[in-house]
């Protein structure tokens, strides 16, 4: 895993969010059994935004608590799942995105665990917390997009969808985890996020 993100340096940023707030996300990795595996959060239902989706564990970037969206990124993946900052090696920063509904610009974080970590989900903000194999999320039938109408302009955008067994990963995370992926398979991410071609 970490040698896939050896000298990589993030390509150009999609467009961002004009006045969005700053926002991190952590991508909890680790490998058990030969297996690559990444570490995912359900939201309640008494959420007041994004009720029941599937997110990385993060949250906005507090200036007066973080040094920086790093430091966000590994707070909130400890206040959300338990997850202790020292225990994670954070190996690469991927895009920063901007999101038209929830106004932020989310910079997600890769960071390495050694083994399955010790995770506990807070249940104010965490319904559910587990993990799925690279190799789930990279079979044939998992991924499909679409092209949805949507944002203060209406204009139409791709949007990524992993239908796991259980549950539905879409939206931000599913972007985020398209470009993620498209690293660990040596592809690049065109357009708005859609089409991907050999590097």
Same mark, same amino acid.
């Given at each position: 895993?970490?040698?896939?993100?050896?000298?990589?340096?993030?390509p150009?940023?999609?467009?961002?969010?004009?006045?969005?707030?700053?926002?991190? %996300?952590?991508?909890?990795?680790?490998?058990?059994?030969?297996?690559? #595996?990444?570490?995912?959060?359900?939201r309640?239902?008494?959420?007041?935004?994004?009720?029941?989706?599937?997110?990385?564990? !993060?949250?906005?970037?507090?200036?007066? %608590?973080?040094?920086?969206?790093?430091?966000?990124?590994?707070?909130?993946? /400890?206040? *959300?799942? +338990?997850? &202790?900052? *020292?225990?994670?090696?954070?190996?690469?920063?991927?895009?920063?995105? !901007?999101t038209?509904? +929830?106004?932020?610009?989310?910079?997600?974080?890769?960071? @390495?665990?050694?083994?399955?970590?010790? @995770?506990?989900?807070?249940? &104010?903000? %965490?319904?559910?917390?587990?993990?799925?194999?690279?190799?789930?999320?990279?079979?044939?039938?998992?991924? /499909?997009?679409? #092209?949805?109408?949507?944002?203060f302009? !209406?204009?139409?955008?791709?949007?990524?969808?992993?239908?796991?067994?259980? *549950?539905?990963?879409?939206?931000?995370?599913?972007?985020?985890?398209?470009?993620?992926?498209? #690293?660990?398979?040596?592809? *690049?991410?065109?357009?708005?996020?859609?089409?991907?071609?050999?590097?």
């Open positions: 895993m970490r040698s896939r993100f050896d000298g990589y340096v993030p150009p940023e999609p467009p961002l969010q004009p006045g969005g707030r700053a926002a991190a %996300v952590l991508l909890p990795v680790f490998e058990e059994e030969g297996e690559a #595996r990444i570490v995912l959060t359900r309640p239902e008494t959420m007041p935004s994004h009720r029941g989706e599937i997110a990385f564990p !993060g949250g906005k970037v507090e200036p007066t %608590v973080d040094h920086d969206a790093r430091d966000a990124a590994l707070r909130e993946a /400890h206040e *959300e799942i +338990g997850l &202790r900052p *020292e225990l994670v090696d954070v190996i690469a920063a991927l895009p920063t995105l !901007g038209v509904v +929830g106004q932020f610009n989310i910079t997600p974080f890769v960071g @390495v665990t050694d083994g399955r970590p010790i @995770v506990t989900a807070d249940s &104010r903000e %965490v319904d559910r917390v587990f993990d799925v194999t690279l190799t789930e999320l990279l079979a044939d039938d998992v991924y /499909h997009e679409e #092209r949805w109408s949507w944002g302009d !209406g204009a139409e955008r791709a949007m990524q969808f992993y239908e796991l067994a259980d *549950e539905t990963i879409w939206g931000a995370t599913a972007r985020i985890l398209t470009g993620f992926l498209a #690293r660990i398979v040596d592809v *690049e991410v065109t357009g708005d996020w859609g089409d991907w071609t050999r590097a």
